[in-house]
């Protein structure tokens, strides 16, 4: 398979400075693509002056993540892509395991790797762990990952599995998937797209996967930190949309209002902690949710919905009443 690793950028060369030089390094199988979302810093002039052999492909504006990466896809020739941010570390033979578990299993469509803690390397990390699960109310969370809580890396998710969705800090997808999904969800702009296209992906019959012998370490909030409230306002917003497209009409209409009353409790949680911009991030995010339910419900796929897409029932309840910390500890309750 001809793969591109495909790095989205908006004002980062000192990112890229520090972490491209490893990716070319450790990459020979692979195109290395920078898609530029109209960096106004000297991203672009550093490119061409130290790594003329990185194709570069110019997004005309800052189109965030998701049409970000539609757009300047659409200009990478390759069967599978590899997204990749570019505050990620990658090790030597990071690609092997990957694409040696595509060769040998067909049904695969999504892969992610371990993401480890860059600045705390023996820990996983935020973004995506060892991948990516929701509860029954669609609130994700990650094997080595619940809300806050990091898990340190034993061993403990050493095989390869199944998973509901793969991070979008390195995701690598097949070019026909993508395109057959119609990629990102561009009204997302950042932010859990990458849980959406899963979504779908399972609702078409795909597989995702997490192969463990390929890790990568991930700076993270290099863009938003994971406690900035814009953040919040996406990641809030983001998952009523997804659960809007991607669940059974009625089972959507349940769980919605059962998000909306918990996200309220969170709200008043921000407020106890003095959080108030958090607390109105929320608020902004039901509102923008509410102008545009009919848009989301139009794009309701008539495909079969997938009925097991949740791990658990309610991952805030285990976690904040049970005080589970481990995903290993959330599968013996």
Same mark, same amino acid.
């Given at each position: 398979?001809?793969?591109?690793?495909?790095?989205?950028?908006?004002?980062?060369?000192?990112?890229?400075?520090?972490?491209?030089?490893?990716?070319?390094?450790?990459?020979?199988?692979?195109?290395?693509?920078?898609?530029?979302?109209?960096?106004?810093?000297?991203?672009?002039?550093?490119?061409?002056?130290?790594?003329?052999?990185?194709?570069?492909?110019?997004?005309?504006?800052?189109?965030?993540?998701?049409?970000?990466?539609?757009?300047?896809?659409?200009?990478?020739?390759?069967?599978?892509?590899?997204?990749?941010?570019?505050?990620?570390?990658?090790?030597?033979?990071?690609?092997?395991?990957?694409?040696?578990?595509?060769?040998?299993?067909?049904? %695969?469509?999504?892969?992610?790797?371990?993401?480890?803690?860059?600045?705390?390397?023996?820990?996983?990390?935020?973004?995506?762990?060892?991948?990516?699960?929701?509860?029954?109310?669609?609130?994700?969370?990650?094997?080595?990952?619940?809300?806050?809580?990091?898990?340190?890396?034993?061993?403990?998710?050493?095989?390869?599995?199944?998973?509901?969705?793969?991070?979008?800090?390195?995701?690598?997808?097949?070019?026909?998937?993508?395109?057959?999904?119609?990629?990102?969800?561009?009204?997302?702009? %950042?932010?859990?797209?990458?849980?959406?296209?899963?979504?779908?992906?399972?609702?078409?019959?795909?597989?995702?996967?997490?192969?463990?012998?390929?890790?990568?370490?991930?700076?993270?909030?290099?863009?938003?930190?994971?406690?900035?409230?814009?953040?919040?306002?996406?990641?809030?917003?983001?998952?009523?949309?997804?659960?809007?497209?991607?669940?059974?009409?009625?089972?959507?209409?349940?769980?919605?209002?059962?998000?909306?009353?918990?996200?309220?409790?969170?709200?008043?949680?921000?407020?106890?902690?003095?959080?108030?911009?958090?607390?109105?991030?929320?608020?902004? %995010?039901?509102?923008?949710?509410?102008?545009?339910?009919?848009?989301?419900?139009?794009?309701?796929?008539?495909?079969?919905?997938?009925?097991?897409?949740?791990?658990?029932?309610?991952?805030?309840?285990?976690?904040?009443?049970?005080?589970?910390?481990?995903?290993?500890?959330?599968?013996?309750?």
């Amino acid at each position: 398979m001809k793969l591109a690793v495909v790095i989205l950028n908006w004002n980062g060369q000192t990112l890229l400075e520090r972490y491209l030089p490893v990716v070319l390094e450790h990459s020979k199988e692979a195109k290395i693509v920078v898609a530029d979302n109209a960096s106004t810093d000297d991203s672009i002039a550093y490119l061409q002056e130290n790594h003329p052999e990185v194709e570069i492909v110019h997004n005309p504006e800052n189109w965030g993540f998701a049409k970000g990466y539609n757009e300047a896809l659409k200009s990478v020739d390759a069967d599978l892509y590899c997204l990749l941010n570019s505050d990620v570390e990658v090790t030597p033979g990071w690609l092997e395991p990957v694409l040696a578990f595509f060769k040998e299993h067909k049904d %695969a469509a999504i892969i992610q790797p371990k993401i480890r803690d860059l600045l705390k390397r023996d820990y996983f990390e935020y973004a995506g762990a060892a991948g990516g699960f929701l509860d029954q109310l669609g609130y994700p969370f990650c094997r080595g990952r619940i809300f806050q809580a990091l898990e340190k890396d034993e061993g403990q998710y050493n095989e390869a599995s199944e998973i509901f969705w793969a991070t979008g800090a390195c995701m690598f997808i097949k070019r026909q998937v993508f395109e057959e999904l119609g990629g990102f969800d561009e009204d997302y702009f %950042a932010h859990q797209e990458e849980v959406d296209l899963c979504w779908r992906a399972h609702n078409k019959g795909y597989k995702v996967f997490y192969v463990p012998g390929s890790h990568v370490y991930h700076l993270g909030g290099s863009t938003l930190s994971n406690m900035n409230p814009k953040k919040t306002y996406l990641n809030f917003r983001n998952s009523l949309f997804s659960i809007t497209k991607n669940l059974p009409g009625r089972v959507a209409v349940t769980i919605i209002f059962c998000r909306l009353f918990l996200d309220g409790v969170a709200a008043l949680r921000f407020i106890f902690q003095l959080k108030l911009k958090h607390c109105f991030a929320i608020l902004r %995010a039901h509102l923008s949710f509410y102008r545009q339910f009919r848009i989301m419900f139009r794009k309701r796929e008539k495909s079969e919905f997938v009925s097991k897409y949740y791990e658990t029932k309610s991952i805030v309840w285990s976690h904040y009443v049970n005080h589970i910390r481990k995903f290993s500890d959330l599968v013996k309750h």
